[in-house]
């Protein structure tokens, strides 16, 4: 089965240029999550989408982020204009709302804004 | 706010060193508490959800137990193989689905 398809793996760019991160949920989940990695913060949630509707964009960091789900096969995180900060790996996870299934997540896009 | 707190940070232990993890939470309201193994360059691979105190799962040389404070990961004889970063995180049972997570304990093991 396929798992949870992030892109790019690796992106290496230069402040103020724009992001964009793109994810492809596991066929049939209705949820899918984005998640920030840090040495310092840990995993932390940017914000989680249900069928396709953004439910909760409190982890958000600032109008530079901004996240989209136009379909239930894609989501996309873009950060503009890009800063050092928001150097960390960034990780999609899907999961079926309705049930007891655990979040999966996929290998994620490890961001280094220079 | 929901909180998880994991202890130990790192922990070393030779194979076949049997030990348990921790992992302490507060929330209002539990859902289900999710265990996670990283490796790196990996996101993290579910293991176990447990759901009310008292549950334990069990998957190979980890078990994992929950009490309405904390959960623990015990690791019977490990290998080195099981050298990984282990999170926890806890989902609320209405509201917010998204999981918050501690901040994990990397666990080598040495053969």
């Known amino acids: 089965d396929a798992g949870v398809i992030q892109s790019p793996r690796h992106e290496v760019t230069e402040m103020g240029q724009e992001v964009t991160l793109r994810c492809k949920p596991i066929s049939g989940h209705n949820s899918l999550f984005w998640y920030r990695q840090t040495m310092m913060r840990g995993l932390e949630l940017l914000i989680y989408?249900?069928?396709?509707?953004?439910?909760?964009d409190s982890g958000m960091p600032e109008d530079r982020f901004s996240a989209k789900m136009p379909n239930a096969s894609f989501s996309t995180l873009k950060i503009q204009p890009s800063e050092p900060r928001d150097s960390a790996v960034y990780f999609c996870a899907s999961s079926m709302f309705q049930s007891n299934q655990p979040q999966h997540f996929g290998d994620g896009t490890r961001l280094s804004i220079l | 706010e929901d909180q998880v707190t994991q202890s130990p940070e790192a922990l070393r232990l030779q194979e076949g060193e049997s030990s348990s993890l921790n992992c302490s939470y507060t929330?209002?309201?539990?859902?289900?508490l999710f265990w996670y193994r990283q490796d790196p360059g990996k996101g993290p691979e579910f293991l176990f959800t447990?759901?009310?105190a008292g549950e334990e799962k069990e998957k190979e040389r980890l078990k994992a137990t929950l009490t309405k404070k904390e959960s623990f990961l015990h690791i019977t004889a490990p290998k080195p193989e099981d050298s990984a970063t282990y999170l926890c995180?806890?989902?609320?049972?209405?509201?917010?689905?998204?999981?918050?997570f501690g901040s994990g304990t990397r666990l080598q093991v040495q053969p």
């Open positions: 447990l759901y009310s």
């Open positions: 995180a806890v989902q609320r049972d209405t509201g917010r689905r998204a999981l918050t």
């Open positions: 989408f249900n069928n396709n509707v953004p439910i909760d």
């Open positions: 929330v209002s309201g539990l859902r289900g």
